[in-house]
């Protein structure tokens, strides 16, 4: 019976489970039972082969047209691509936390929704206070930073790990571990400051009125006025700004000013906060294009421009790649695939 297995003809016979009746009967008890579940197997595994070539293809067409489609999406209409977008990247990991009993993430993500809720308050108020554009970048800028100096801290406990230094110090699994949840909070919480701020700078600059997400401005930028807080830049005001202030003088008119080509001027802090916070590279009143090169002011800054493409990347992994398997699954249910 060994020298059964040992011929290629009988192997290949076994393989398909097509041994014939005299072969058969050559078997033992053992390998009756053992052909009989393989003969099993084959039957209900049959056909299988061309149904993992149609899986794969699904997949395949589904990854491929699906960067198509949200690329076209967003081109043609950025609004609704955004708030939907946002509103996947908001809900879908609290929605996952809760099924899998994440009471940290929870936790951090409940205390975020709360100051970031006030922000927004903040800046959707009609009329909007003159203060309120640099305290909604500010709060922008610290959680952005802060995730970054999170998720390059995690990062580089994970490089820790993998070149393995952590073994000297027997903190290996932990540390890796504490890495990746690390990376994870500062690219999340990035990325979603990242968007309510660009939503943020849209709804404060439109409510000033020097600025039109489409269209004309509801205002006419007359003298020297900052477009993203709406004062003067200078003691030079005009009778309109000093009448919105209780005092009679204009704010800020301290702070550094900034020209654009355009030869509109800005308070150096609004248009930094409108164009590096604020995700613009366009001129809040006349929307030519800004040098953003010109407003970074080191190696950081400059760094930090990786950091903004990674970003970018976290937003497709939580929104859209759930929403893509997710697509897969129902074709495979539809076409009968297993």
């Not at 820790?160 to 690390?182: D, K, S, T």
């Not at 003088?249 to 164009?275: N, T, Y």
């Not at 760094?303 to 976290?314: E, I, K, R, S, T």
């Amino acid at each position: 019976m060994e020298n059964h297995y040992n011929d290629p003809a009988f192997a290949s016979a076994w393989h398909d489970g097509t041994l014939t009746n005299e072969q058969i009967l050559e078997l033992t008890p053992d390998q009756t039972e053992r052909y009989q579940l393989h003969q099993q197997y084959l039957k209900e595994h049959k056909g299988h082969e061309s149904q993992h070539e149609l899986m794969a293809f699904i997949l395949l067409f589904a990854l491929f047209s699906s960067q198509f489609l949200i690329l076209y999406w967003k081109k043609k209409h950025y609004s609704s691509y955004q708030i939907v977008s946002l509103t996947g990247l908001y809900i879908f990991p609290a929605l996952f936390a809760l099924y899998d009993g994440w009471p940290r993430f929870l936790t951090v993500w409940t205390l975020f929704s709360i100051v970031n809720g006030y922000v927004i308050h903040k800046a959707s108020r009609k009329p909007l206070e003159a203060m309120t554009p640099r305290m909604v970048y500010k709060w922008y800028t610290v959680l952005y930073n802060a995730s970054f100096v999170i998720g390059l801290t995690g990062y580089c406990m994970m490089i820790f790990v993998f070149f393995g230094f952590a073994a000297l110090f027997n903190a290996g699994p932990g540390l890796m571990q504490a890495g990746i949840l690390f990376l994870s909070y500062g690219l999340y919480f990035g990325v979603l400051g990242r968007d309510f701020v660009e939503i943020c700078s849209d709804r404060m600059a439109s409510t000033i009125g020097y600025y039109s997400k489409e269209g004309l401005p509801q205002k006419n930028l007359q003298g020297e006025i900052c477009a993203v807080c709406g004062q003067a830049t200078s003691h030079q005001a005009n009778v309109a700004t000093l009448a919105d202030q209780p005092t009679g003088k204009p704010m800020f008119v301290d702070d550094e000013i900034h020209q654009l080509a355009c030869k509109h001027v800005f308070h150096e802090k609004c248009i930094r906060g409108w164009c590096l916070v604020g995700k613009k590279d366009i001129c809040p009143y006349c929307k030519e294009k800004v040098d953003l090169k010109r407003f970074k002011k080191n190696p950081w800054d400059t760094q930090q421009q990786l950091y903004l493409n990674l970003l970018d990347g976290v937003r497709y992994l939580v929104v859209w790649q759930p929403v893509i398997f997710g697509a897969v699954q129902l074709a495979y249910y539809l076409f009968g695939l297993d």
